[in-house]
């Protein structure tokens, strides 16, 4: 039985169920690599230090969230006193997001962390968005998506949110369904999205036919997702399995379970094609993924008028303002991107996961969906070396 486990998992994909121990491999485990998860400590010494301030504010604003982790951000810093941030067009997903939204939203999250870590330092970050003109509703190029020209002010305030960054991880752990999310984090959460024009949304426990109707949308979209090639692929590519996998790349979604570890050493763990809708490695990841949304006691959303890329980019500071004051107070947050992506396949969730939020205007868009509750600490995902980002 073990053995026929084992040998359909070599066939399909990153979910098993044999164990280490049947396959003699208890030695395999896996951890994550303390270099890989070094910016989490802080900014090094000589960066605390050193004269340029800059390199202390990108020592924060690398730790905001980023979709799949990809960190698609440069930071040219050939002027002084300025940061120029850009794309870096070979990180981009265009098989789940293939207007590049969340990639947009996803250098909103790193301007508000930055310009957090401004505040602390006494520093106004005047943040021009799209320098160059913005780009247009399909795709992105070369030219800037911000430039923040950094003046000392003694009249700037410092933000406690800023507290929160080195404490701040997505969980993708069960929640603690027993565990309302109290009304204060919710009014927390929802006063943190107020320097921008968008509505945050959110349902509790108290709810619960509609917590059953966001459990549902989540779990197809999920379903959708693993179950078309190309959108699974497109995550197959940025998995880094083990920690020499992880060290090597810094970027992308861990898995350093022992036994996914073992198969892989061994050869085992085929990432070259997408499982079968109907293999074990798909199933049994959606049925882990339901029991997680059944766990859940609160959604959150934010939803925008319009769509365009200063839109998506202040949602995107928003969505870190958010996930910053949960983390205050220690409440756990989750993304569910999946219904909200515009490739075909997602047309169905993506409508009803707008209707139910009241967001089927047209121009209307949820920017993020998130589950919320408490759960079990994780440990920080790694990110590149400071270096890696900087151009000068
Ligand atoms: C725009 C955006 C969309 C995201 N969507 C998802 C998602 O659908 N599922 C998920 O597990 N994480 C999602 N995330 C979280 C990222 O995967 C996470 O930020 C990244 O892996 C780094 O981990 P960290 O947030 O713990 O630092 C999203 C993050 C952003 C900014």
């Known amino acids: ?25 208890a030695g395999c485990s896996s951890v994550m690599p303390p270099e890989a998860i070094e910016a989490w400590r802080g900014p090094a010494a000589d960066v605390a230090l050193g004269p340029d301030l800059r390199r202390w504010l990108l020592s924060y604003a690398i730790l ?21 941030l850009r794309c870096d067009l070979q990180r981009l997903l265009p098989q789940t997001d293939p207007l590049s939204r969340q990639i947009m939203m996803s250098h909103g999250t790193l301007l508000e962390l930055l310009d957090l870590a401004a505040r602390e330092r006494g520093l106004r970050a005047d943040i021009t968005l799209f320098p160059e003109g913005t780009f247009g509703p399909d795709k992105l190029d070369t030219r800037p998506v911000a430039r923040i020209q950094l003046r000392p002010d003694a009249t700037v305030h410092k933000d406690p949110l800023f507290a929160q960054i080195l404490r701040r991880h997505t969980n993708r752990n069960a929640y603690d369904l027993q565990r309302a999310v109290p009304s204060a984090a919710w009014q927390a959460m929802a006063a943190a999205v107020q320097p921008h024009a ?15 109707t966001h459990r549902r949308i989540a779990l197809e979209a999920w379903r959708i997702e693993l179950t078309t090639s190309r959108t699974i692929m497109e995550s197959f590519d940025v998995l880094r399995v083990g920690s020499a996998e ?24 085929d990432r070259s094609k997408a499982p079968a809708p109907d293999a074990y490695a798909t199933t049994s990841q959606v049925k882990d993924f339901a029991q997680k949304l059944d766990s859940t006691p609160g959604f959150l959303w934010i939803v925008t008028e319009g769509n365009d890329r200063v839109t998506q980019v202040n949602a995107g500071r928003a969505y870190a303002r958010v996930q910053l004051a949960a983390t205050a107070h220690d409440v756990a947050m989750h993304p569910l991107s999946q219904a909200l992506q515009e490739y075909p396949e997602q047309d169905k969730p993506y ?4 209707a139910l939020t ?31 980002f900087i151009r000068s």
């Open 1 to 25: 039985m073990k053995r026929r486990n084992f040998v359909r998992i070599a066939g399909g994909g990153i979910v098993m169920t044999a164990t280490v121990s049947t396959l003699g491999l």
């Open 64 to 84: 905001a969230p980023h979709s799949h982790n990809l960190q698609s951000w440069i930071a040219d810093l050939s002027r002084p006193d300025e940061i120029v």
């Open 198 to 212: 968008l509505r945050f949304g959110q349902v509790g426990v108290e709810e619960s036919t509609a917590l059953v």
């Open 246 to 269: 992880v060290v090597a790349h810094r970027d992308g979604l861990s898995l350093l379970d022992p036994m996914a570890v073992a198969l892989a050493r061994l050869g085992l763990l």
């Open 351 to 354: 409508a009803e996961i707008h």
């Open 358 to 388: 009241s967001a089927a205007r047209p121009g209307q868009t949820v920017q993020m969906w998130a589950r919320v509750g408490y759960a079990p600490p994780v440990e920080p995902a790694p990110r590149r070396p400071m270096q890696d």
